[in-house]
């Protein structure tokens, strides 16, 4: 038998999925923890908590604190998209992420900046623009607007470590996001930035994301068509 090259945290979601589609674990049944996939597939608790969390943001498992991870009801079943920090993303498949730094600076927002973030036109806003790199491959351009009033200490991150995701994350706990992905082509400093052809095809994601009572961030992420793919999973 041909061995599975496919990331281990890939392999644990297969094997959950596995279960409840063969109807072995029934809605509210226990999954198991992140200790016992730990044991079975010889694996980090990073790995095996990556696993559980994108299952429960795919909608199949919940997972309450003290009471563990259980197959989630039917009506509970979805598609999202996980919002993921792009350096875990890359360090999962065992490639080295870095990041070149574009731009960091305070801004007014203008009118229409200012109606995305929720704020008065001429507010305040953070704005970053990255490159992140897979082992020296450009593979994503990052154009940034941050509310300083979900993020403070946005402006003091070294984004060469850390990325804005990752921040926002952890000082701006995610409540709401929405996004739209779209083909398109980049422009010309996107071009250069990225390494390719103005004429090369890329997807585009912008995406909104709210933390309690304020819009946290707009993004317009780019990335080379030939680069990376959006991987989904939907489950009846």
């Not at 704005?127 to 790199?133: A, I, Q, R, Y």
């Not at 403070?152 to 706990?173: G, I, K, V």
């Not at 996001?177 to 980049?186: D, M, N």
Request: proline content about 5%; hydrophobic content about 40%.
């Amino acid at each position: 038998m041909a061995k599975d090259e496919r990331p281990a945290y890939e392999q644990v979601k297969d094997w959950i999925r596995k279960h409840i589609a063969s109807g072995a674990w029934k809605p509210d049944d226990v999954v198991p923890s992140e200790a016992a996939l730990m044991e079975r597939f010889a694996i980090s608790r990073m790995t095996a908590h990556r696993a559980l969390r994108e299952l429960a943001a795919e909608g199949l498992v919940t997972r309450v604190q003290g009471s563990g991870t259980r197959v989630a009801q039917l009506h509970r079943i979805s598609s999202q998209l996980v919002i993921r920090d792009i350096h875990e993303e890359v360090a999962e498949r065992g490639h080295v992420h870095s990041t070149r730094v574009l731009r960091v600076a305070e801004e007014k927002a203008g009118p229409e900046l200012a109606e995305s973030l929720g704020l008065r036109r001429g507010a305040r806003v953070f704005h970053t623009v990255l490159v992140h790199l897979e082992n020296g491959v450009p593979i994503q351009y990052e154009d940034r607007y941050v509310n300083p009033q979900a993020a403070p200490t946005y402006m003091q991150t070294d984004f060469t470590r850390e990325s804005p995701t990752l921040h926002l994350l952890q000082h701006a706990p995610l409540t709401e996001a929405s996004y739209s992905i779209e083909a398109t082509l980049p422009t010309a400093e996107e071009a250069l930035a990225l390494g390719i052809e103005s004429s090369e095809p890329c997807l585009a994601m912008m995406r909104r994301t709210v933390s309690g009572a304020h819009v946290a961030s707009v993004a317009r992420q780019l990335y080379p068509g030939t680069r990376y793919s959006f991987n989904g999973q939907f489950q009846a």
